[in-house]
């Protein structure tokens, strides 16, 4: 089986499953995490793609964004979500990206088509493959359980994605546990995707979801069965709490993904700021220099400064200084103790385990990639106290720094 993918001029490109896993796993063997991008217009995907985007997903939660709903509408029976992708995503996606892949965002629990018969229209039509969306994954209580008593389960997702499997298209599976991980790669998926729940963040994102270190041991949950089934499935995160990049590397340095799929943190949020910032800006032409001061004062006052995000910007600034969280709330004027609490809540661990992680992590990063000396390692991310440095390393890693180097060492010699 192959797919089609015009590229501009007179060449064709073919590319099968094959070919795209092994771009895609050659990338990760160069240290390069993956990005897939759902997007719901055409605009979106082209420039994901020109961002670096390895793959894009045509969700119809992204075609409900760009009308300024919130992805949730995408589980609601506004329109027929086959339909809706398949119209958007060959008028749209597929002529805009061209040669990237384009995953087709499937409701494989719909009883009115006939399965094999629609994944052979998806493959014919262009797309390289199938990722299982929308999903009864993301539905729980009695409404779950009332599906499920219909028959309308999240085993008709997985028998879609054997289907494509066996079809020869590239399979991609949202899951929510090690159990559904399991049964999709059973099934033949090519990529788990650890689906975090709906995306935080921006103006139209969800005000609850998981601290990034309960999504984070989720995920290491999900990739657990992946590591231990002999199937090298690629490995990636989606959602919930992670929605700025620091989040992404907090899932990169706790877990052993491998790339990151965004919608809304992609498509979303910074539209909502770009649109809102032009507009703003488009609207106070004409004031004197001193209104124009106003407005942006009060703007701020509107428009309260997400402090978390705050914190986690510093630090990834400010790592190599000291750094203390009574300064932190100082300088954005709120106690330490509300701070604290935010900051505890929202990613799941203390401020002090926080800055220790992300410091070793980057300490992990300077001896993969250099042959400084350890103690000039540990000043760069931090520690003048090299004792301090190789007790710290030595907790959240298991090995000593020096011990560590030669595992470096022994893997690429």
Request: aromatic share 8%; hydrophobic share 40%.
């Amino acid at each position: 089986m192959t797919v089609s993918l015009k590229i501009r001029g007179p060449v064709t490109l073919i590319t099968t499953r094959e070919q795209i896993l092994d771009r895609l796993h050659r990338g990760i063997q160069t240290q390069e995490r993956l990005i897939g991008v759902a997007a719901g217009a055409g605009i979106s995907a082209k420039y994901a793609v020109r961002g670096g985007a390895d793959f894009i997903l045509a969700l119809n939660s992204g075609r409900f964004r760009q009308m300024g709903l919130g992805s949730l509408a995408g589980l609601m029976p506004y329109a027929n979500s086959n339909e809706m992708v398949m119209e958007f995503g060959s008028r749209e996606i597929l002529s805009a990206v061209r040669d990237t892949p384009v995953i087709f965002g499937l409701c494989g629990t719909d009883p009115t088509v006939q399965m094999p018969d629609y994944l052979a229209w998806i493959r014919d039509s262009g797309f390289a493959g199938i990722i299982n969306y929308p999903t009864v994954g993301l539905i729980d209580g009695q409404f779950r359980e009332a599906l499920e008593e219909e028959g309308i389960t999240y085993l008709h997702e997985v028998e879609a994605i054997r289907i494509a499997h066996e079809q020869g298209m590239l399979t991609m599976a949202f899951v929510f546990n090690p159990e559904q991980a399991k049964w999709m790669l059973e099934a033949g998926a090519d990529m788990i995707c650890a689906h975090l729940g709906v995306t935080a963040g921006g103006m139209m994102g969800t005000t609850k979801s998981w601290s990034l270190e309960k999504g984070a041991e989720i995920a290491r949950g999900i990739f657990e069965v992946c590591d231990t089934s002999g199937k090298q499935p690629i490995k990636l995160v989606y959602g919930g709490p992670v929605h700025t990049p620091i989040d992404v590397q907090y899932m990169y340095d706790n877990t052993s993904a491998m790339g990151y799929v965004g919608g809304s943190s992609v498509e979303r949020t910074p539209t909502e700021e770009a649109i809102v910032d032009a507009t703003h800006r488009f609207k106070a032409m004409g004031h004197l220099e001193q209104d124009q001061q106003l407005m942006d004062k009060l703007t701020q006052l509107e428009e309260p400064l997400d402090y978390v995000a705050y914190v986690k910007e510093y630090v990834a600034e400010h790592y190599a200084d000291p750094i203390s969280m009574t300064e932190l709330a100082e300088r954005i004027h709120v106690s330490r103790t509300h701070l604290s609490a935010l900051f505890n809540k929202e990613v799941g661990c203390t401020f002090p385990e926080y800055i220790a992680k992300y410091r070793i992590h980057k300490a992990q990063d300077i001896m993969k990639q250099s042959k400084l000396s350890l103690g000039r390692i540990a000043e760069l991310v931090g520690y003048p106290d090299y004792v301090h440095f190789s007790k710290t390393f030595k907790k959240y890693t298991g090995a000593s720094p020096q011990s560590y180097r030669q595992q470096i060492k022994d893997k690429y010699t």
